[in-house]
């Protein structure tokens, strides 16, 4: 029952979900308004995500939503800065660090990137989460600070400011500990809204699928793509997309620390095949947006300019790039136990392996630490011999490796014959 | 991701439910009991609670779930009364005061009967908010204050402590304002968990069917009476139910003074029809369990008996009998537009128009209009008159009666023909 001063019943509105009924304009407004001014309670909101979850939302509504959340705080603009402005944005998946060489590479080329990140949300790594191990580096820095970088560095990753879809903020650190990640809608208007609210002129999304994504599905990931791309495209945003395989982990290192480290390497002009070209094309992606259809991205790896980008890009917000990365307490090694080839690593349980060893958060209120994941030694395809290592577990806490090591079961296999090879960029969308 | 010391993680239960797979005695044990230390928190739970709701529980959660209910805090003893204890307990349903005359009633043959009751929940009245409309009441008494009352007047209708079933009380406010009230194995689990710590001999189950009940569908509704006779047998309390109708409000009255004063005239040997027959059959049902299979309890209302025991237990608890029970200040009545038959009146808007006008709640900590509801002037199958009043709501604020009346649309209709007869009382099952 409403009080006399509210449209709208919280209640009612769960129960619409629940019983799959299309919520209104007004009525999606009014509820994301109300979450915002902490009339609707964190409770109220979980049992509506799951309802969302369980039983979809249909395109107007999840447009709404959008449009809600972005209403629900400030509008950013980077007009007069003298740069064009591009944009990226990973749904997610395990081992990807790809803004973090990414960022600086694109920025090499005279673009202005503004990359608005979060934390850790589920089995995935949150971008902030692996740049916070970098020592003195931090996440929050101010509106004007931000667009000085912008101009004399070129690119930022931070934190979205507190005025920016207040209510996508709230809502992203609820759905981490209430189970309700994986809701379609909620990803697409969470991702749009931010990015639309951010001022970017150019966007472009790495819309992952496989088991180690939040769509397993390339056809569900392909509808996440489209909706995210026409949200985008409505609202004056240059958008494209980008469906790339999360099916075993990206490069080697899953973790803070560790992928800090591995995003180094590709700043160096070294590291695994598998960032390098996920890094590259969405670089493409991103100069195209921006009038550089033709830039050479693999050059700027391999010449220093991108790492260049990266030491001042870290050194702006008090990083010390030269500093030595924190190490976790523990560790453990599993190695192969027969002979042959490594015929399968699945991304999934590697990310919960990861995430038990403390690379993620069960809570909103719980620590990261730093140090904790897993390094890869091996990767489908490898052959390996008896006693080789496998790979290693990190983790500050001792009694996390037997927990981290259990969700490993069966998670990866040796055998006589390579896995198919599968494309790592699947399809394209804009 | 879960901390060392902690057995289970909250997101990897939710997602469990969410995903359909059944959980272990000890993860459900472990989330009733984190939940009861706050560990788990409200946002967390809601949204385990409307997977539930979406996705159902085996009948071994449901048993574990009430057991760990119990767990979660004391049990009570009612042995060395010198008494049998009977307690009754009522799905919910609109205009359901039974309660009211029923303990009273039961208590005049000599038996006890210890009646925990609740507040508020959805679109159905609660029987504590109902008794604090009369002037002084109080809900929260003593253990011992309780025992005494047992032994000296014989009925109490009482909060439960907070030390019974801490999970369930917390868990059930929570589900009244996040859209989680209709889940059946929620809805089985804290109905017995509380009925069995409470510690009661003997139980009557008032399992209602029909639109305006939890259970709209008669067979939904008996697996739920079998599914809790089946907890109280299998813990030592003789258990049955009566499944009873719940298309049309029961008695005249809905609302929190308007049934008491409805609950007096049933008590002083009039009221209707509806009313008296159900209380007279689960008074039979509850002293047939407590040895008097042959009393009769239609007497004992029309000879004052029950009455004179209803005044002691009010004044026992600081009531005044005697005192006039609050009115709202707004009133509105609706006409019969046509001259016929009423030919339906449905439950679930009437309670909803009810809830609205402000006899129930939308949040834990909204207080409940005393005086608000609807006064009902004609039932299905009555002749009406152009221009005869039909009902009247009333509410104390104004704004609210137009909201009520929307949700009435279609609520009531005069036809030519009187609708078939329902018999009140569907099935029993012991």
């Known amino acids: 029952m ?11 509105l769960i129960i619409a979900k629940r019983e799959k009924r299309e919520l209104t304009t007004a009525e999606i407004d009014w509820l994301v308004d109300a979450f915002t001014r902490g009339y609707v309670a964190d409770e109220q909101m979980s049992a509506w995500a799951m309802a969302v979850l369980l039983n979809g939302m ?12 972005i209403a629900s705080g400030e509008r950013m603009s980077f007009d007069g800065l003298g740069k064009t402005t591009v944009d990226k944005h990973s749904t997610g998946g395990v081992g990807d660090k790809i803004t973090l060489p990414l960022a600086p590479l694109v920025a090499s080329f005279g673009l202005a990137v503004p990359q ?47 005025g920016l879809a207040p209510a996508d903020k709230r809502l992203y650190a609820l759905r981490d500990t209430t189970g309700t990640v994986e809701a379609i809608p909620l990803i697409a208007s969470s991702i749009m809204s931010k990015k639309i609210a951010e001022g970017t002129s150019a966007l472009v999304l790495d819309v992952k699928f496989g088991e180690g994504a ?39 290192t899953i973790g803070n620390a560790l992928e ?16 390098i070209e996920l890094t590259v094309e969405l670089a493409r992606a991103m100069l195209a947006h921006g009038g550089l259809p033709d830039a050479d991205p693999a050059e700027a790896l391999a010449d220093g300019r991108a790492m260049d980008v990266w030491r001042r890009m870290i050194a702006a917000q008090g990083g010390d790039p ?31 392996a990861a995430w038990r060893l403390g690379a993620g958060r069960a809570r909103q209120q719980d620590p990261v630490s730093a140090g904790a994941g897993i390094e890869l030694h091996a990767k489908p395809g490898d052959r390996v011999t008896k006693g080789q290592p496998l790979f290693t577990l990190h983790s500050d806490e001792e009694a996390r490796i037997p927990r981290a090591l259990a969700s490993l079961e069966g998670a990866w296999a040796i055998g006589e014959v390579a ?12």
Chains 1, 2 share one sequence.
């Open 214 to 252: 939040f769509m397993k599905d390339l056809e569900l990931a392909r509808e996440l793509a489209r909706t995210m791309v026409a949200l985008g495209t409505d609202a004056g945003v240059a958008t494209s997309a980008l469906l790339t395989d999360m099916t075993v982990p990206l490069g080697l």
């Open 322 to 352: 030269d500093a030595p990365l924190p190490t976790a307490k523990e560790s453990e090694t599993v190695t192969a136990p027969s002979s042959g080839i490594l015929s399968s690593q699945h991304a999934l349980p590697f990310g919960i």
């Open 58 to 69: 249909t395109r107007s509504e999840i447009r709404d939503l959008t449009l809600a959340m």
């Open 260 to 275: 800090v480290r591995e995003s180094v390497e590709v700043l160096a002009g070294g590291g695994p095949a598998d960032v």
């Open 419 to 430: 896995p198919a090879a599968r494309p790592l960029i699947a399809d394209r969308i804009s």
């Open 116 to 162: 608005l990140s979060g934390r850790g949300l589920g089995h995935t790594g949150g971008t902030l989460d692996k740049l916070e191990s970098i020592p003195g580096w931090r996440a929050d820095i101010a509106p004007d600070a931000m667009r000085a970088q912008l101009r004399d560095v070129g690119a930022v990753i931070c934190a979205a400011g507190a």
């Open 2 to 12: 409403r009080g006399v001063t509210e449209a709208y019943d919280a209640v009612d």
